[in-house]
């Protein structure tokens, strides 16, 4: 169980957002499945809601801003950064794409969205009075945060060039991961997206939710009206599924060993 309330250190996920066509449904299905509570935003901020567990920021939702309404709903990592304005420089001149340019959020902080060179998605995030995750590693919220790509060694290397994250290569044969490190802390990993996934998954960052019972918590997504992606499974680090919402947004829970 980690608690923080200072800005994360240049590199570490600090935070993530889920943006779905419907987002009461979305506070609906999430509060049921993971027991949060929730901070609703005003008109201004588009009703923007924190997610919460005993008074701690979690996660965010939002609905899907006018206009763009063919957007798949989707979990969004943020890349904590001290300097939003330099990392999408970087982040261009190693080959990859800013999607959305670099922005103040009131006080909240300054932030921009960004593709890797394979096409994942991720935010850069510029704390201001919101740092990011106030708690992580515990039941209902998120635990680890892991880029997938269909070309592994130019993933590691434009997360090593931009965020100068210290990798770790864990590859074996049909396994290519690495975990990232900052100042000798382990925050994440990048990975290849195997043959075996359908060439329509795209590249992404995954974000998994730490629960006590992965095969209840697969049983409640459905129960609720999401699907199974991956059945849970044992794994070093703990049972693990890979599922949906009942919008369609896809993302992990694991129960740690």
Known sequence: MTFRDSPWP??????????????????????????????????ETGFYTLAKHDGRNLAGLMQVMPGQESMPAVWTTYLAV???DKTAEAIAEAGGTI???????????????????????????QAGTHTGFQLANAPGAVTWNEGMSRDFAGAKAFYGKVFGYELDDLSAPGFDYA?????????????????????????????????????A????????????????V?????????????????????SAR
């Open 82 to 84: 001290s300097d939003v």
């Open 179 to 215: 975990t990232i490190a900052v100042g000798g802390n382990v925050v994440g990993g990048v990975g290849a997206l195997s043959d075996e996934i359908p060439a329509e998954v795209p590249p992404h960052w995954a974000t998994y939710f730490s629960v006590t019972d992965t095969d």
């Open 10 to 43: 240049d590199g570490t996920p600090c935070w993530v957002d889920l943006v779905v066509p419907d987002r009461k449904r979305a506070l609906a299905f999430y509060g049921a499945l993971f027991g949060w509570d929730y901070e609703e935003g005003t008109e």
């Open 99 to 125: 999607a959305s340019a670099p922005m103040d959020v009131m006080d909240l902080g300054r932030m921009a969205i960004a593709e890797d060179p394979g096409g994942a998605v991720f935010g850069i995030w």
């Open 234 to 254: 044992d794994s070093p680090h703990g049972r693990v599924a890979a599922v949906a919402d009942d919008q369609g947004a896809p993302f992990r829970v694991i």
């Open 217 to 232: 918590a697969v049983a409640k997504v459905v129960e609720l009206g999401g699907t199974v992606i991956m059945p849970a």
